[in-house]
């Protein structure tokens, strides 16, 4: 569709050659084959008779522990990042007795559980791996293999003397308020009753693997599992790939979004046959990872890495700032619209044109993509079914510099299904477009729970005050005060994405939440306090204003965009918006809290 130049009211197009009608069309055509009334309800939750596509792959034999049961300060329950933030920033405020309580057998969470091959991180390793100044790390690379984020993990742990007290291989199956403690009373699938006097859920924003619903899932026969639990003592090799089990095995993978662009390239070079069944496709930009370059690092002065950490955050969500530090492909299309801008040579432009503008970058930047695929895509039908029709942040943006030249194998083929998916799973494979495939190993690259209930997510029931639950507490109205405190529940955290602020890199947005955590919990010790809780009415003014802002956002971005876990696949449901991020300047919830914590007052929790 670069035939025409596109109309003005439309935002024409001053660079590329476009159509933007056209595309509009074309997106909405190509949207509308994807819409379905099942929404987050096709998927299959990983439990019961699917339990064993969630087991530990990297634990070995069973272990052997006596329970735990003691008081401690602070539980924290999760191992990843969030958790590792938590308790550096708790750490750092000086409270000493604290607790991981990790399902894993490490910490690390994502960089635990994904070992797929070709797992790395695509956001930029100087800005992705959290506080590396304080640990020391030197990322070898612009973008980080997973095994170099794991070993970051490791390390933030043992800097913060975090290892002292975890709990690994072990699952909370309760967490319940004691009114007359005035403690948490968290249980353990080990027997565990830890008496917590506050308790963080850094349960983890992309935990929970899914599987798609597909009919007859449970009828295959050959060796399947989820990119999260990589099976290699089946396909052999490790995650730089050598899988050497697959070379005489006819492998099909389902999905294409992040983590399949990535293993694709390593399934392709080295199965017999590999065969992708793409539902929508991904938007693969160029990637272009370099080693780091050391004489510059060193260079840094100190406190670089936050600078940096907060410039990609901000050219990343709306904002302007000069020089662009990591100028990647992510800071690509902000770096456009600086340009554009300058160039109009006007001093202000109306938030109109600014609107006008964006858009038309970002239809130029998907043709972009759509080129590039077909410059790099051989045969012309696989190219032009490898083409995403949807606006960049519809999806999750892919960069990957392998995954489209692996569709030029012979030994590899792309089962586009435009938009139905997989129809059918048999004893013997999989059926797509009405076609049998046989396949020997099946590969469900099909993403993690979002949208569901968090207990779900979390694995277990959070009991407040007066035995209510989280889930009725959430039923009807995602409630949250700072997206963190939840009435009901004193001295109770919950890290999450929702009514949070929002950022491209998460481990910004968690180490934001950890350190208001570890703020609020060491001024209640400080205070005397017993108790910290947020009022209904803090509560419900927070509440307020995420809808505020949600509202004032383009209410209709969502609704054009392709199904994805974004929009919780097309079909908001009453809370959706309840659980909308906090809308608003790039660093503006940052500075909220800060100012809040500076401030002094707690001004919204009662301190009992
Ligand atoms: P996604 O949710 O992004 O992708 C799931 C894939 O499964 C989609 O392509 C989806 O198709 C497909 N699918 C679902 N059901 C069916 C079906 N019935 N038939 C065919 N296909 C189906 O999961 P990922 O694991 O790829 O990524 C999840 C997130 O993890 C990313 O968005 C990212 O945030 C993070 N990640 C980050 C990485 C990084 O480098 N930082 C690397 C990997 C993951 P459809 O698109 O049509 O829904």
Same mark, same amino acid.
């Given at each position: 569709m670069t035939k025409e130049r596109g109309k003005e009211n439309g935002g024409g197009s001053e660079g590329l050659d476009i159509d933007l009608d056209a595309l509009r069309d074309k997106y909405r055509e190509e949207r509308d084959k994807r819409r379905r009334d099942d929404g987050i309800e096709q998927f299959i939750e990983i439990a019961g008779d699917y339990a064993h596509f969630?087991?530990?792959? +990297?634990?070995?034999?069973?272990?052997?522990?006596?329970?735990?049961?003691?008081? @401690?300060?602070?539980?924290?329950?999760?191992?990843?990042?969030?958790?590792?933030?938590?308790?550096?920033?708790?750490?750092?405020?000086?409270?000493?007795?604290?607790?991981?309580i990790e399902k894993g057998g490490d910490v690390g969470g994502t960089w635990y559980w994904n070992r797929y091959p070709g797992v790395a991180c695509d956001v930029e390793s100087y800005?992705?791996?959290?506080?590396?100044?304080? @640990?020391?790390?030197?990322?070898?690379?612009?973008?980080?293999?997973?095994?170099?984020?794991?070993?970051?993990?490791?390390?933030?742990?043992?800097?913060?003397?975090?290892?002292?007290?975890?709990?690994?291989?072990?699952?909370?199956?309760?967490?319940?308020?004691?009114?007359?403690?005035?403690? +948490?009373?968290?249980?353990t699938d080990r027997g565990d009753v830890l008496r917590a006097r506050f308790v963080?859920?850094?349960?983890?924003?992309?935990?929970?693997?899914k599987l798609p619903g597909i009919p007859g899932i449970e009828d295959f026969e050959g060796t399947s599992f989820h990119t999260s639990r990589w099976d290699y003592a089946y396909t052999g090799g490790d995650?730089?790939?050598?899988?050497?089990?697959?070379?005489?095995? @006819?492998?099909?993978?389902?999905?294409?979004?992040?983590?399949?662009?990535?293993?694709?390239?390593?399934?392709?070079?080295?199965?017999?046959?590999?065969?992708?069944?793409?539902?929508?496709?991904?938007?693969?930009?160029?990637?272009?990872?370099?080693?780091?370059?050391?004489?510059?690092?060193?260079?840094?002065?100190?406190?670089?890495?936050?600078?940096?950490?907060?410039?990609?955050h901000t050219l990343t969500t709306g904002g302007y700032e000069e020089p662009d530090l990591v100028g990647d492909r992510w800071t690509d299309v902000p770096r456009r619209i600086r340009e554009v801008i300058a160039a109009t040579g006007k001093d202000s432009l109306s938030p109109e044109e600014l609107e006008q503008i964006a858009v038309r970058m970002?239809?130029?930047?998907?043709?972009?993509?759509?080129?590039?695929?077909?410059?790099?895509?051989?045969?012309?039908a696989t190219a032009e079914a490898l083409k995403p029709w949807y606006r960049q942040f519809c999806k999750r943006p892919c960069f990957h510099d392998d995954y489209l030249p692996t569709f030029n194998r012979p030994n590899v083929s792309l089962v586009d299904t435009q938009g139905r998916g997989v129809e059918r799973i048999t004893k013997k494979g999989v059926i797509a477009n009405g076609r049998e495939f046989s396949l020997d190993c099946l590969v469900f690259a099909t993403g993690f729970e979002v949208a569901t209930e968090f207990a779900r997510r979390a694995g277990y029931e959070t009991i407040g005050r007066n035995g209510l639950t989280?889930?009725?507490? +959430?039923?009807?109205?995602?409630?949250?005060?700072?997206?963190?405190?939840?009435?009901?529940?004193?001295?109770?955290?919950?890290?999450?994405?929702?009514?949070?602020?929002?950022?491209?890199?998460?481990?910004?947005?968690?180490?934001?939440?950890?350190?208001?955590i570890a703020y609020v919990i060491s001024e209640t010790l400080a205070r005397g306090a017993s108790t910290v809780e947020a009022s209904e009415e803090a509560e419900a003014e927070w509440c307020a204003e995420i809808a505020k802002r949600g509202e004032a956002f383009d209410p209709t971005f969502a609704e054009q965009c392709t199904p994805s876990y974004y929009n919780d696949e097309g079909k908001p449901d009453a809370k959706s918006l309840d659980r909308n991020f906090f809308i608003g300047e790039p660093t503006e919830f940052a500075e909220l809290l800060a100012a809040w914590r500076e401030e002094g007052r707690l001004r919204g929790l009662a301190l009992r």
């Open positions: 969630e087991q530990d792959p +990297w634990v070995d034999g069973d272990l052997e522990r006596e329970a735990v049961v003691e008081d @401690v300060d602070v539980a924290v329950v999760g191992g990843g990042f969030g958790g590792l933030l938590t308790g550096a920033r708790l750490r750092q405020q000086g409270v000493e007795d604290l607790r991981i800005v992705y791996l959290p506080l590396i100044e304080e @640990v020391g790390t030197i990322p070898t690379e612009k973008y980080s293999r997973g095994a170099e984020i794991f070993e970051h993990s490791r390390a933030l742990a043992r800097k913060f003397d975090l290892y002292r007290g975890a709990l690994f291989r072990t699952e909370v199956t309760e967490v319940r308020w004691d009114e007359a403690l005035g403690r +948490w009373i968290v249980k963080c859920m850094a349960i983890g924003f992309l935990e929970k693997p995650a730089n790939g050598d899988l050497s089990g697959l070379h005489d095995k @006819v492998v099909g993978v389902v999905g294409t979004g992040a983590s399949a662009v990535q293993c694709v390239p390593h399934l392709g070079a080295n199965a017999q046959h590999l065969y992708v069944f793409q539902r929508t496709p991904a938007g693969v930009d160029v990637r272009d990872n370099r080693p780091t370059d050391f004489d510059w690092l060193k260079s840094q002065a100190p406190g670089w890495q936050q600078r940096r950490i907060d410039n990609f970002d239809f130029e930047k998907m043709e972009e993509i759509r080129t590039h695929i077909a410059n790099v895509v051989t045969d012309p989280l889930t009725e507490k +959430w039923r009807d109205r995602y409630r949250t005060f700072h997206g963190l405190h939840v009435h009901g529940f004193p001295n109770c955290f919950v890290m999450s994405l929702s009514q949070s602020g929002f950022s491209l890199n998460f481990a910004y947005l968690m180490d934001i939440q950890a350190r208001q």
